[in-house]
Structure formats: structure tokens, C-alpha cells
């Protein structure tokens, strides 16, 4: 039994929804923005290999940026020197010459504590709610945000953002239970209003402004802190708590979501919660929970989430691999940072109503479609540009590649949230987010590890392709599909266990009218 119809009648649009995406959805602008840190941290400010006599320190200085092969002997004369007007993780623990390695270092073991998050953000959703879960998530990311501006040493900033990185996967799962608030038509709404992409801009304006990597991490631990509040004001997921059987609790949410939206609570809430509560009950054989198996149970669901799988990996690769390489880009690095992600805000309406119109599969094919020309665009240029120009038109050009690869993303995201049931949803979605993580692992090296800049490209065009491939070929369209709360086979099930036993029906009703 869907609630779709239920949340028609107390108001899928409403000030309750309002309320929801902006307690639940503006703290992911501090997510965008920690995630991306790294890019300002990993900068490498003007330095000097100098001498005890500290000679005149210029860019046409002999010893601008050179490293010194002895430098851990003791015939060494460095002592390098950085400019202070910008302090980055690089220059507060020399991470340059022979340590730096450990740059991408730390932002991959970030994204390895994002792929713990998303791994068990799925699983403690399902088992313990929505709500306690975001909230955790959301106190961790604050706590430890902040302490990490007291890092006294890179490896324990690096522990540290292992740590920040699992609060922020976690998040990144769990908030989009709003999905189950809402009719299939907002549900685009959630991935694609730009609340990242602002994140990130505030990143560029506060990096600007700050110019010190502690007080980066300060401000965005204190910024996440006021929406911890939201703790006494959003409920539980009516659909988690019907599958739980936990039926007052979500009658209640019922009535509140219809109270603010100026709505009555429908006389048949109650029967079909109870519905789908014993819908349930009678799948679980005295206990059963699900895991992360249940996503790959039967062929054609297994196919399914391979298939997700191997696209949210791809995708996350490239998007997180120009993230961390803007530095790399010519031009001003605050500039290319605020402009690869403000841009975003012009075209995420464009995208809703071609998701809505045309579907979310085949936009995000056009935008998988066009951000692989760019980049075969890029490689070209490298080829039949001359140097003074070429770098100007490469930066454009990876600025697109990374706004299309991110407007793909977005429809993925709403494609998978729409392709599993409630009982499994989170896991899913959970499974997706750790695909993806493992992508985000390896993108910090994409830009990192080879000095020929065609590289990167290479490996950003192979990857769209794959991408491109697998939605066109292997991934349904979920345009216009309802929420199913249970997975295929259950219900069928469960109606040839009511017609073949007509008073267990009429017990269960009986149960739903009490």
C-alpha cells in the first residue's frame, strides 16, 4: 500500500515541506563547503629555499620554490619560507619538496572516512530513524569542525578530517529522507536547489576573506551548530515509522503535517498505516531486518544497483577530481572556485523541469553527453591553441565539464532515490553514497599525479563515456512512479495470502479500526 495518496491529502507541497528542506537541506551549504576545504588547504603558498643569511625573496629569487635534494642532511642550507600572508595546511606543517605527498594524502583519507559515513549513515537510518540519525550526524560534523582548528600536527588533522569525513557521508545519506515527505514531481527539488553549490561559494568568499586554514574550519563548524535546533520541530518519517509499526507515532506526524499545511487528517490515516504495518510484519518471519544484501537480492534488482553503482563511481571521480584540481586551473583560484559553483544557480531550474518533462534518465544523459564533449574539447585545444591562450579556454571549459558532471549527478540522485522501496530505500541510497565515496577516494590523484595536463582529461572522457553507457543502456526511466514501500514480490505476496485467507484480512482491518 503506497502513502502517496495519504500525503496528498494532508499536503505534499506545503509550509510543512518549506520547513522541512530549509531546517534539514541548508546545512548541506557547510557540507559543500568542509567537503571542498581541501582545495583551499592543499594550496601552496609563495616559498624560498633560504639560507641562514636570508637573501632579497622574490619570484625571480634563484631559490623561489626549489627544493633542495639534501635537505635532510646536514650540509643543508634550507630553510624554507613561506609568505604569510596565506596560511594553508601546505604551509603550516611544509607539506612541499619531499612531503608533498601528503597533501592528497589527507583529502583521500577524507573521503575514505566519507565512505565510512555513507556506509553506515544507510544502515543506522534504516534501524533507528531518520531523525536521530541526521541529528547525530549534525552534532559530530559541529564538534569536530571546530576542534579541528586546533590541529597541532598534519596527522592529527589528518585523523581529524577522517573523522569530519564520516559525519559528512553520513549526512549526505540520511538527508534525504525529505523524499518521503513529498510527491514524485518535488522530489527533483531535493538534489538540484543549489545548496552545495553555495556552500562552496562561501567557501571562496570565506578563504578570500580569511586567508587562514584554522579559521576556515572555525566558521563552518559554528555556522552547522543553530540547525541542531530543528531537533524540536522536524518529526520522524511517517513511512520509516509505518514500516517500524510504530502506528500512534506516525498517526501523529500525520496530523501535524496536516495541521501546518491547513489540511484535516484524513479519517482512513490510520488503516493505511496499519496497512502497510502489517504488510510488513508479515514479511519479517518473526524478526527479519534488512541489509545491505536485500539491494542485491534477485537478479533484476542486483543488475539494478550494479548498474547505479558503477555510474555513481564514475561520476563521482570526475566531479570530485576538478573539485580538488581547481588549484590547478589558470587564473585566480578564489575566482575559478566561486564561479564552478555559482553557475550552477542559472541552469538548476532548466534541469527540474526537463527531469519532470522529458525524465530524470534522459537528462541526466544530456548532461553526461555534453560534459564529455568539453572535455574532448580540452584535449583538442592542448593540441591547436597557442600556450598564451590555451589556459584560458582549458579553465572555461573544465568549469563546464564540472557544473554538467554535477547536473548529471543530480538526476542520478533523484533516479535512485525513486528505484528502491521504503524498506530498503536508505540502504540503497546508502550504497550508492559508498560507490561514490569510492570514487571521491581516488579523484584528489586525478590532477595530482602526472604533470602532463591531457591526462586528466583522458580519464574524466573514459569515465562520462562508461557512465553514459550504463544509464542509457541499463537504467530505467522513474519519471511519474509512485513510492513503493516494499519490495517486488512482498505485496504480491501478501494479496494471495489475503484472498486465500479472508479472515486474517478482516482481523487485521478489525486491528486498524481500533
Request: hydrophobic share 45%; glycine share 8%; net charge neutral.
Given at each position: 500500500?503506497?502513502?502517496?495518496?495519504?500525503?496528498?491529502?494532508?499536503g505534499?507541497?506545503g509550509?510543512?515541506?518549506?520547513?522541512l528542506?530549509?531546517?534539514v537541506?541548508?546545512?548541506?551549504?557547510?557540507i559543500?563547503?568542509?567537503m571542498?576545504?581541501?582545495?583551499?588547504?592543499?594550496?601552496?603558498?609563495?616559498w624560498w629555499?633560504?639560507?641562514?643569511?636570508?637573501?632579497?625573496?622574490?619570484?625571480?629569487?634563484?631559490?623561489?620554490?626549489?627544493?633542495?635534494?639534501?635537505?635532510?642532511?646536514?650540509?643543508?642550507?634550507?630553510?624554507r619560507?613561506?609568505?604569510?600572508?596565506?596560511?594553508?595546511?601546505?604551509?603550516?606543517?611544509?607539506?612541499?619538496?619531499?612531503?608533498?605527498?601528503?597533501?592528497?594524502?589527507?583529502?583521500s583519507?577524507?573521503?575514505?572516512?566519507?565512505l565510512?559515513?555513507a556506509?553506515?549513515?544507510?544502515?543506522?537510518?534504516?534501524?533507528?530513524?531518520?531523525?536521530?540519525?541526521?541529528?547525530?550526524?549534525?552534532?559530530?560534523h559541529?564538534?569536530?569542525?571546530i576542534?579541528?582548528?586546533?590541529?597541532t600536527?598534519?596527522?592529527?588533522?589528518?585523523?581529524?578530517?577522517?573523522?569530519?569525513?564520516?559525519?559528512?557521508?553520513?549526512?549526505?545519506?540520511?538527508?534525504?529522507?525529505?523524499?518521503?515527505f513529498?510527491?514524485?514531481?518535488?522530489?527533483?527539488?531535493?538534489?538540484?536547489?543549489?545548496?552545495?553549490?553555495?556552500?562552496?561559494?562561501?567557501?571562496?568568499?570565506?578563504?578570500y576573506?580569511?586567508q587562514?586554514?584554522?579559521?576556515?574550519?572555525?566558521?563552518v563548524?559554528?555556522?552547522t551548530?543553530?540547525?541542531?535546533?530543528?531537533?524540536?520541530?522536524?518529526?520522524?518519517?511517517?513511512?520509516?515509522?509505518?514500516?517500524?509499526?510504530?502506528?500512534?507515532e506516525?498517526e501523529?506526524?500525520?496530523?501535524?503535517?496536516?495541521?501546518?499545511?491547513?489540511r484535516?487528517?484524513?479519517?482512513?490515516?490510520?488503516?493505511?498505516?496499519?496497512k502497510?504495518?502489517?504488510?510488513?510484519?508479515?514479511?519479517?518471519?518473526?524478526?527479519?531486518?534488512?541489509?545491505?544484501?536485500?539491494?542485491?537480492?534477485?537478479?533484476?534488482?542486483?543488475k539494478?544497483?550494479?548498474?547505479?553503482?558503477?555510474?555513481w563511481w564514475?561520476?563521482?571521480?570526475?566531479?570530485?577530481?576538478?573539485?580538488?584540481?581547481?588549484?590547478?586551473?589558470?587564473?585566480?583560484?578564489?575566482?575559478?572556485?566561486?564561479?564552478?559553483?555559482?553557475?550552477?544557480?542559472?541552469?538548476?531550474?532548466?534541469?527540474?523541469?526537463?527531469?519532470?518533462?522529458?525524465?530524470?534518465?534522459?537528462?541526466?544523459?544530456?548532461m553526461?553527453?555534453?560534459?564529455?564533449?568539453?572535455?574532448?574539447?580540452?584535449?583538442?585545444?592542448?593540441?591547436t591553441?597557442?600556450?598564451?591562450?590555451?589556459?584560458?579556454?582549458?579553465?572555461?571549459?573544465?568549469l563546464?565539464?564540472?557544473?554538467?558532471?554535477?547536473?548529471?549527478?543530480?538526476?542520478?540522485?533523484?533516479?535512485?532515490n525513486?528505484?528502491?522501496?521504503t524498506?530498503?530505500?536508505?540502504?540503497?541510497?546508502?550504497?550508492?553514497?559508498?560507490?561514490?565515496?569510492?570514487?571521491?577516494?581516488?579523484?584528489?590523484?586525478?590532477?595530482?599525479?602526472t604533470?602532463?595536463?591531457?591526462?586528466?582529461?583522458?580519464?574524466?572522457?573514459?569515465?562520462?563515456?562508461?557512465?553514459?553507457?550504463?544509464?542509457?543502456?541499463?537504467?530505467p526511466?522513474?519519471?511519474?512512479?509512485?513510492?513503493?514501500?516494499?519490495?517486488?514480490?512482498?505485496?504480491?505476496?501478501?494479496?494471495?495470502?489475503r484472498?486465500?485467507?479472508?479472515d486474517d484480512?478482516k482481523?487485521?482491518?478489525?486491528?486498524?479500526?481500533v
Amino acid at each position: 500500500m503506497h502513502l502517496d495518496n495519504l500525503l496528498e491529502e494532508i499536503g505534499s507541497t506545503g509550509k510543512f515541506q518549506v520547513l522541512l528542506i530549509v531546517m534539514v537541506f541548508i546545512p548541506k551549504m557547510g557540507i559543500g563547503y568542509n567537503m571542498m576545504i581541501m582545495a583551499f588547504g592543499g594550496l601552496e603558498p609563495e616559498w624560498w629555499c633560504a639560507d641562514t643569511a636570508l637573501e632579497q625573496l622574490s619570484r625571480n629569487s634563484s631559490s623561489y620554490k626549489q627544493c633542495d635534494a639534501n635537505i635532510n642532511s646536514s650540509s643543508s642550507t634550507c630553510h624554507r619560507v613561506y609568505d604569510n600572508q596565506l596560511k594553508t595546511v601546505v604551509s603550516e606543517w611544509d607539506l612541499v619538496c619531499e612531503r608533498k605527498w601528503v597533501t592528497p594524502i589527507i583529502t583521500s583519507i577524507q573521503m575514505s572516512g566519507v565512505l565510512v559515513g555513507a556506509i553506515i549513515g544507510g544502515q543506522v537510518a534504516d534501524a533507528f530513524g531518520r531523525k536521530k540519525t541526521f541529528y547525530s550526524t549534525l552534532l559530530f560534523h559541529s564538534i569536530f569542525s571546530i576542534g579541528i582548528g586546533f590541529a597541532t600536527s598534519w596527522q592529527m588533522f589528518t585523523a581529524l578530517r577522517f573523522v569530519i569525513g564520516i559525519a559528512m557521508g553520513a549526512y549526505l545519506v540520511v538527508c534525504m529522507f525529505p523524499v518521503e515527505f513529498l510527491s514524485f514531481r518535488w522530489r527533483p527539488v531535493l538534489s538540484l536547489i543549489p545548496f552545495w553549490a553555495t556552500g562552496v561559494c562561501f567557501l571562496s568568499l570565506s578563504t578570500y576573506l580569511l586567508q587562514d586554514w584554522s579559521y576556515v574550519h572555525i566558521a563552518v563548524g559554528v555556522f552547522t551548530v543553530p540547525f541542531l535546533l530543528g531537533w524540536f520541530i522536524i518529526p520522524e518519517s511517517i513511512r520509516w515509522l509505518a514500516v517500524k509499526g510504530q502506528i500512534k507515532e506516525a498517526e501523529r506526524v500525520v496530523e501535524m503535517v496536516a495541521k501546518m499545511n491547513g489540511r484535516v487528517k484524513p479519517s482512513n490515516a490510520k488503516e493505511l498505516i496499519m496497512k502497510i504495518t502489517e504488510e510488513e510484519k508479515s514479511q519479517k518471519k518473526g524478526g527479519k531486518t534488512y541489509s545491505y544484501l536485500d539491494i542485491y537480492r534477485g537478479a533484476k534488482i542486483a543488475k539494478h544497483t550494479i548498474s547505479l553503482h558503477i555510474v555513481w563511481w564514475c561520476i563521482s571521480a570526475s566531479y570530485y577530481g576538478f573539485g580538488f584540481g581547481v588549484g590547478k586551473f589558470s587564473g585566480n583560484y578564489y575566482l575559478n572556485q566561486f564561479l564552478m559553483n555559482i553557475l550552477e544557480f542559472p541552469i538548476f531550474i532548466p534541469v527540474i523541469f526537463s527531469m519532470n518533462k522529458f525524465g530524470r534518465r534522459a537528462t541526466g544523459l544530456l548532461m553526461l553527453g555534453v560534459s564529455t564533449v568539453c572535455c574532448v574539447m580540452v584535449v583538442i585545444v592542448q593540441y591547436t591553441v597557442e600556450a598564451v591562450d590555451r589556459g584560458t579556454i582549458i579553465t572555461v571549459l573544465s568549469l563546464a565539464t564540472r557544473i554538467l558532471t554535477g547536473q548529471a549527478w543530480a538526476s542520478i540522485i533523484t533516479l535512485t532515490n525513486e528505484s528502491y522501496p521504503t524498506v530498503i530505500r536508505n540502504l540503497g541510497y546508502g550504497a550508492a553514497n559508498t560507490s561514490a565515496r569510492l570514487g571521491s577516494v581516488v579523484a584528489p590523484f586525478v590532477f595530482a599525479l602526472t604533470s602532463e595536463e591531457k591526462i586528466p582529461y583522458v580519464i574524466v572522457i573514459i569515465l562520462q563515456a562508461v557512465s553514459f553507457g550504463i544509464v542509457y543502456f541499463l537504467l530505467p526511466e522513474t519519471l511519474g512512479s509512485a513510492l513503493e514501500d516494499l519490495l517486488p514480490g512482498q505485496r504480491e505476496s501478501n494479496e494471495i495470502q489475503r484472498h486465500s485467507d479472508p479472515d486474517d484480512e478482516k482481523s487485521a482491518l478489525n486491528r486498524a479500526e481500533v
